[in-house]
């Protein structure tokens, strides 16, 4: 937006098709995660770093689509303060605080074990939970972004598609 006065006008639709491409991403990041955690705990053994992993991805997962399914079914409508709408809402710091653990810790923090010897394997996994922690928190932004700007009325949703 160049202005404070500018409007943008979007269809229902394309809205959907918005939140939905924000969402994929991260989606499909968080998927990716628990074929790991899979394969990690069959071949090893359960650990309490899995165990973390695991259930921040099944709450990120469901906090997330939720989130997007929320915004998608009621983009442009005013609604009254629900608890229900307030819970999906303050469900979006759960996928924010995950993809930023899995960013700062899994992640970077993870670059200390190259102080034992260097290891691509090392490298390999912190740059896939950067990238994939970064794709999440990036998701929650973009799409509270998209929330904000339409209970503003930046963004205005037009009913019909036409």
Known sequence: MTTADE???????EVIKLVSRYTAKALLGLL????????QIFRFSATNRYYILFLGTILSFAALATYSISLAK???????GSLFQSLI???GFIPYIYGSYLVFYEGF????YLADGFSFTVIFYSFIFVVIGYSVVSAIYQ???LDRAVSEN???IKETDV
């Open 7 to 13: 409007v943008t006008f979007l269809s229902k639709s």
């Open 89 to 91: 809402v303050f469900g």
């Open 143 to 145: 799409i509270s972004e």
């Open 32 to 39: 990716g995660i628990a074929i790991f955690i899979g394969v």
């Open 109 to 112: 923090w993870r670059l200390r």
């Open 154 to 156: 930046k963004v205005k």
């Open 74 to 80: 009621n983009a442009g409508k005013t609604t009254e």
